[in-house]
């Protein structure tokens, strides 16, 4: 069974300054997703970025980036030049490549406050 | 493309009565997916329908629970004689086939069981 933890219930940072938020995983598989999903206070949950195992480079989009270290089961991602909207439970969520196991597995999440 | 729709978005029950929930997948979504998420967690996966087969159930889904795709569109989700610990929103995903890792999320139904 795979296992997705986070170990920063709660973080905190100034508008426009960078955060990274932790994730790890757990999984005997070789091929799999990973994700990053934001939930808004109050609403619903969106994807913000996806990666796929069997890719070296790392996935961006926009402001965001990950930092996917295979070898290590890391998954951490970077929001750069903060905005008060980005204010959400982040959590990271794993799903195996293979056809008919299509589950998401999630962490517990983290609640990024954005301060003005 | 109007997005995921749950209704009702709030649901406040008495212990042992039965609720059910229904979710409307983005057209063309063959794929539906039923999560539960309470306080301070991240949704668990429940049950996934590929159009109006139920492939895989999760130990999660206890006899009480029972889910739904009749037609491969919509899909309901009934909870029998509820239970305080049934308290958590219910949150809705759809995919498309050939992309079924994109998974797009509904905004929830919050069941309260008193």
């Known amino acids: 069974a795979q296992t997705v933890t986070q170990s920063q219930p709660e973080m905190s940072v100034q508008e426009a300054e960078t955060v990274t938020l932790s994730c790890t995983y757990d999984t005997s598989e070789n091929n799999y997703y990973l994700f990053w999903y934001k939930q808004p206070p109050s609403r619903q949950m969106i994807l913000v970025i996806r990666?796929?195992?069997?890719?070296?480079q790392n996935a961006t989009e926009n402001r965001f980036s990950v930092n996917f270290q295979k070898a290590a089961k890391s998954f951490s991602l970077k929001i750069s030049d903060s905005q008060l909207g980005d204010t959400a439970m982040y959590f990271c969520a794993f799903m195996t490549s293979n056809f008919g196991n299509e589950k998401l597995t999630f962490g517990t999440g983290t609640r990024l406050t954005i301060i003005p | 493309d109007t997005g995921v729709s749950q209704d009702p978005r709030h649901k406040i029950t008495k212990r042992g009565q039965n609720v059910t929930f229904r979710c409307d997948p983005i057209s063309e979504h063959n794929r539906l997916y039923w999560y539960r998420q309470t306080l301070g967690q991240g949704p668990e996966f429940l049950t996934y329908?590929?159009?109006?087969?139920?492939?895989?159930k999760s130990r999660l889904l206890s006899d009480r629970f029972s889910a739904e795709r009749p037609k491969g569109s919509f899909s309901t989700l009934e909870i029998q004689r509820t239970e305080q610990g049934d308290s958590a929103m219910y949150l809705c995903?759809?995919?498309?086939?050939?992309?079924?890792?994109?998974?797009?999320f509904g905004p929830g139904t919050r069941l309260t069981v008193t």
């Open positions: 329908f590929q159009n109006e087969a139920q492939l895989e």
């Open positions: 990666q796929e195992a069997y890719k070296q």
């Open positions: 995903a759809s995919s498309l086939g050939s992309t079924r890792e994109l998974q797009y």
